[in-house]
């Protein structure tokens, strides 16, 4: 079984940052078995992928609306990734959960959220205007 534990979130003002992680434990090895992925969901919205890495971290993948401005990371020798949030504004506030994924980064499937096995709880990140 894994377990993630999402942590870093808060309040925050427009234009400023925040670094969210996700502590991923369970097994050993853990640290680089699993694409890692980043979603985020408003109130009363669904939830929606942000940012995905592959296992080794050569690899990311970030939609439209986070380019630029959001950058995920990941320590396998800490079984932990990171979301650094810059430029934040107001609409990105939402509950952020981190997910981990068995599939193969070949299959380009990263924003599909039912391709994530194991979730966090999530972590409340508001950002006032």
């Known amino acids: 079984q894994v377990q993630l534990v999402e942590s870093g979130g808060g309040l925050v003002q427009a234009g400023g940052s925040l670094r969210l992680s996700c502590a991923a434990s369970?097994?050993?090895?853990?640290?680089?078995?699993?694409?890692m992925g980043w979603f985020r969901q408003a109130p009363g919205k669904e939830r929606e992928f942000a940012a995905a890495?592959?296992?080794?971290?050569?690899?990311?993948y970030y939609l439209d609306f986070v380019k630029g401005r959001f950058t995920i990371s990941r320590d396998n020798a800490k079984s932990t990734v990171y979301l650094q949030m810059n430029s934040l504004k107001p609409e990105d506030t939402a509950v952020y959960y981190c997910?981990?994924?068995?599939?193969?980064?070949?299959?380009?499937?990263?924003?599909?959220?039912?391709?994530?096995?194991?979730w966090g709880q999530g972590t409340q990140v508001t950002v006032s205007s």
């Open positions: 890495i592959s296992r080794s971290g050569m690899y990311t």
């Open positions: 997910a981990a994924s068995n599939m193969p980064w070949s299959t380009n499937r990263y924003s599909n959220i039912n391709d994530y096995e194991y």
């Open positions: 369970g097994h050993t090895g853990i640290g680089s078995s699993y694409i």
